[in-house]
Structures are given as C-alpha cells and as structure tokens.
C-alpha cells in the first residue's frame, strides 16, 4: 500500500484529503507545518506529497527545496491557489513533480498520483538495477585507469583466486570496500555472501554477539537464537573494515576463531566450524598500530597474508576525468536531469583540488553539483561544493617534475583537435608528454597516435615548451 502524506496547514483540508484518499486504499499521514513535513518525510517514509505552497512558516518551496536534498527521489505534488499558479511552475522548476490548483478535483489528484507513483516506482527499480550491475562490474569500471590503479587491479586479480586473507590499506573514501567486493567477486566463494562491517561503529557492549551469535536465553532481552557475522558469511567473504577500531579483547577472540576455525555462540555449549574468508582494511598501517600498542601482533601476523594499498585519489588525478563522468550520468539518471557536462573552468576545479575525502567526496560533490545546476547546462565551477586549491605549474620537463598524467585510453575517439577544442589545454599538455615518453621521444609515432601531422606535433611542443629528456 502506497503512503501519501499530505501537507496543510489547514486541518480541515488535511482531513477531508485524507478521508478521500484512504476509500482509495492508500496509507494516508498528515502535516500541518512544513517544519513537521520535514520530520515526517525523515521517519514515515512517504512515497509521495501533496504539498500546499502556502503556509505559515516554513512554507510549501522552502520544504521543495530542503526535501530534493533529504530525499531527491520523492515525488512533490504541489497545491496551490487559483491565480498563483507562477509559484506552482517556479516549484516544477526546483524538482516538483507537478501542481494541482484548488478547488482540487478528485480524478485530478487520482490522475496525477498514480503518474507520480509509476515514475518513482520506475525510478527504484533502475536504482537497484544499477545497483546490481554496479557489484558485478569490472573493477575498472568503478575505479578508473590510471597507472597507479592498474595496479591494484593486478593485485587483486592475482589473489582472487586464492584463499589468502588480505590487508587493504587506503585513506577513508578510497574505495576498500570495492576493492574488497572485487576480490570477494572474483573468487571461488563468489556465490556466498559478502557481508561488510565497520568495526568501529559496533558497541563494544554488543561486538561479540554480533560477530559469533548467541542462543536464546544468553541474556536478557536473547529470545531468539541469532546467528553472527561468521555464520552469515559462511562459504562466502566477512570484510571488517577499520580493524583497527577492534577492541582488544575482541581481538583475540577473533585470533582465536582465526586459527581454530571455529566460533562459539554467546550462550552456546558446543562450536560451530567456520568456512570463511577474511578481507581487512584499515586507514593506518597495523604494523604501526602494533607498535602503538593498539594491535595485537600475533592477530596482525596472521591476518598479514597478502596487502594491497588503494592509492588516494590525489595521487591518481587522471581518473578524476572519468569517475566524474561516471558520477554525473548515475546521478543525472536519479534526478531525472539533463546536466549536459562541466565546463572547462568546472574541470579544472576538479583537478586542482587534493579531495581529502577522496573518491567518496568526489561523488558526493557531483551529486550535489547536479542537484544545484539547471537543465541542459553544463555544470560550471561555483556549482562544485569544493574548496579552490591551485597546483604546481608543470615545467614541461620530464626529468625534474611529476607531471599530471593523462591516460590516452580514456579519450579514445577524440582526435587532438577535439580535446583541445574544449579548451583543456592542461590536458591537451599532459597529453603530449604522456605519449612522447610512451614512444621515448619519436615526434612522428606521437602524431600517429594523437591523430596530427608532424608540423602540428612541432607547433604544440614548442607552444607548451615540452622538453623531453630520454
């Protein structure tokens, strides 16, 4: 049954909607104020709103505007006055699905609710079909290129297979969880389950329940037998990120399930073999932890099979291109936008800045820059939510710099003359140093690959003043 709520600050209205609506066998709330709609959205969960524009207070385009952050996929039917239909199609422009005007018509709303309903139905199920897709995808396709990541992908394609337990280190948003699904999905077990946890976000009050189960009675409020997280990942992968957090005593009791594999549950007189494989991941170097005193070494030998370290994004810039694009089309897709690309200056912007939060924040910053920007324009730089930092400027020189690398795999089908037409000169620079060293230095071979004559190629070295030193 499809909730509604109906927002008015008239309860008189709120109610006679809501009696209407009920003899068509929808679960109907009501609001009074938009402040409450906002707390109601938070823990009803609607599935659409009726929404009066006038209200006192907070009123019907200041809830649009906070509730396409709080919940950008709810449909918002708008009601609004005869003769103010303006602020109606100002609200359609802000994300609102439609308008209805008073004296509302009941084949109207009934019309306009079960359209709205089907989109956001429609919309969920791309949503989860994405999500499907996105955990079977190559690791490639969600993390990008760059010579840096390639390498991660060797890594992970090499122990895969195997049943090693792997150590991922990598800074907070740098992608150990895909990581850890990718070798999770690549490996025999890859038909079991994969269950993550966040180590540092149990109660160390609850973590030992929740790691090996309990039987009924084991304490109060135990009315059930529950199986923990060994049980649940048997034959499949357990993925415990920031280890770190473990509390001490837990971690010996997670060595000891380690070396016997086997569990006892809270309560329970007998163990149970496990079947499991470990991945873990952590911000900070266990072996650093251990001489801190924060990590039991015999636990981290153990665990310390294979390591692979995610480089943060800072220093693989040339997959910001990519995940930028791929962050823009799943969001346009969920917003139902049509946010045509970013502008050079948008562009630049996304490469200057160090993303402390890495590809996490990257993503969060083009969801935010596509909510923000207009239909059918290009996302430009005040729309990213971001801090401006400038960069070294490259001498040209490969023998004294680091220059910002640019893979040619991800401008395949652009000629030169194409990249540089959107004027992304920094790119087009980095391009051709990029290919220079990939030829050592022959000019002829560079133009081949990037689609110019030779006398193009000279024109371009001596524009950026390129120096290439074998």
Known sequence: MSKILVVDDEV????????????????????????????????????????????????????????????????VILVTAYGKIDN??????????????????????MVTLRNALTELYLKREVRMLRSNLKESAPLFKLMGSSDEIKRVYDQVNSVSPTNFTVILYGETGSGKELVAKAVHNQSLRKNGEFVAIDCGAIPETLIESEF???????????????E?????????TL?????????????????????ERRIRRLGGKKDKLIDVRIIVASNEKLGNLVNAGKFREDLYHRLNEFTIEIPPLRKRKNDIVYLSKRF??????????????FSTSAIECLFDYDWPGNVRELRNVIRKAV???????????????????????????????????????????????????KGLSKIEKNVIMDVLKRTGGNKSKAAKILKIDN???????????????P
């Not at 006398?455 to 030193?469: A, L, N, S, V």
Request: one cysteine or more; aromatic letters at 8%; a negative charge.
């Open 12 to 75: 008189k209205a709120c109610e006679l909607l809501k009696r209407f609506l009920k003899t068509k066998e929808y679960d109907v709330i009501t609001s009074n104020s938009g402040e409450d709609a906002i707390e109601k959205v938070k823990n009803e969960k609607p599935d659409v709103i009726l929404l009066d524009v006038r209200m006192p207070g907070m009123d019907g385009i200041e809830v649009l505007k906070q509730l396409r952050e709080l919940a950008p996929l709810l449909p």
């Open 88 to 109: 109606a199609v100002q609200a359609v422009k802000l994300g609102a699905y439609d308008y209805l005007t008073k004296p509302l018509d009941n084949e109207k709303i």
């Open 212 to 226: 090996f189960g309990y039987e009924r009675g084991a304490f109060t409020g135990a009315d059930k037998r529950k």
């Open 228 to 236: 923990g997280y060994f049980e649940t990942a048997s034959k499949g």
């Open 239 to 259: 993925f415990l990120d920031e280890i770190g957090n473990l509390p001490r005593h837990m971690q010996s009791k997670l060595l000891r399930s380690l070396e």
């Open 328 to 341: 823009l089309d799943e969001v346009k897709l969920e917003l139902n936008k049509n946010v045509t690309g």
């Open 371 to 421: 909510l923000t920007s207009s239909n059918n324009e290009m996302i430009e730089d005040q729309y990213l939510p971001i801090e401006k930092s400038s960069l070294k400027t490259d001498s040209g020189d490969f023998q004294t710099t680091q220059p910002l690398k640019v893979e040619i795999d991800g401008y395949e089908g652009f000629s030169l003359k194409d990249i540089a037409k």
């Open 455 to 469: 006398t193009t190629m000279h024109y371009k070295i001596k524009e950026y003043g390129i120096r290439y030193t």
